[in-house]
Nanobody, 125 residues
Framework: QVQLVESGGGSVQAGGSLRLSCVDS????????MAWFRQARGKEREWLAG????????HYADSVKGRFTISRDNAKNTMYLRMNNLKPEDTAVYYC??????????????????WGQGTQVTVSS
């Protein structure tokens, strides 16, 4: 069973950086691809990045490509999102998620059925 807990959010000025972590306290971490999402107030949840089970394949939304880096450490049951050059429009609650099936790629079209509680990121101008 997968149980996800995010951390690392906070308040930064524009141009700053943060690294989010997502720890899986269950036992199936390296069986699943994983993804990061965010949801800004009043907006729909947005897929940001996905990573394969081994960590060798990654995918990004255009809105964060070149600024955000997704990675994972299977030995630590932890996935990361390094966010550089943050902008005020990056302000949102950030979530990690796992697809329903261990066989799919963690892209925007996958069905996700396990989510963390979210961590707030606030970027001031």
């Amino acid at each position: 069973q997968v149980q996800l807990v995010e951390s690392g959010g906070g308040s930064v000025q524009a141009g700053g950086s943060l690294r989010l972590s997502c720890v899986d306290s269950g036992r199936a971490f390296n069986r699943y691809a994983m993804a990061w999402f965010r949801q800004a107030r009043g907006k729909e949840r947005e897929w940001l990045a996905g990573i394969s089970r081994s960590g060798t394949a990654t995918h990004y939304a255009d809105s964060v490509k070149g600024r955000f880096t997704i990675s994972r450490d299977n030995a630590k049951n932890t996935m990361y999102l390094r966010m550089n050059n943050l902008k005020p429009e990056d302000t949102a609650v950030y979530y990690c998620a796992v697809p329903k099936s261990p066989l799919v790629v963690a892209n925007p079209g996958a069905i996700y059925d396990t989510w963390g509680q979210g961590t707030q990121v606030t970027v001031s101008s």
